[in-house]
C-alpha cells in the first residue's frame, strides 16, 4: 500500500508516494529532500486535526502519521 504525501513550497504543491511499510520519519525527509533538493535544510510543517500548523520533527511523527 502507498502513502500519498501532499508537499507545498511557497506556491508549489507537488505530491511523492511511500512505501506504508518503509513510512518512517527519516523516509519522509528523504522524500522532500528528493522533491526540493534546492532546500536543503528546510523546516517541514504539517497540519494537525485541528488545523494548527505543528513542526514535523522525530518527537512529533506519530502525531502527523495518524
Known amino acids: 500500500m502507498?502513502?500519498?504525501l501532499?508537499?507545498?513550497?511557497?506556491?508549489?504543491v507537488r505530491?511523492?508516494?511511500?512505501?506504508?511499510?518503509?513510512?518512517?520519519?527519516?523516509?519522509?525527509?528523504?522524500v522532500i529532500?528528493?522533491?526540493w533538493p534546492e532546500l536543503?535544510?528546510?523546516v517541514a510543517k504539517y497540519m494537525d486535526e485541528d488545523g494548527d500548523r505543528c513542526l514535523l520533527c522525530p518527537a512529533s511523527?506519530?502525531?502527523f502519521a495518524t
Not at 6 to 12: F, M, Q
Not at 15 to 30: C, I, N, P, T
Open 40 to 42: 536543503g535544510g528546510c
Open 33 to 35: 529532500q528528493t522533491v
Open 61 to 63: 511523527f506519530s502525531d
Open 6 to 12: 501532499k508537499l507545498k513550497c511557497e506556491e508549489e
Open 2 to 4: 502507498l502513502v500519498v
Open 15 to 30: 505530491r511523492a508516494q511511500l512505501q506504508k511499510e518503509g513510512f518512517s520519519y527519516d523516509a519522509v525527509r528523504g
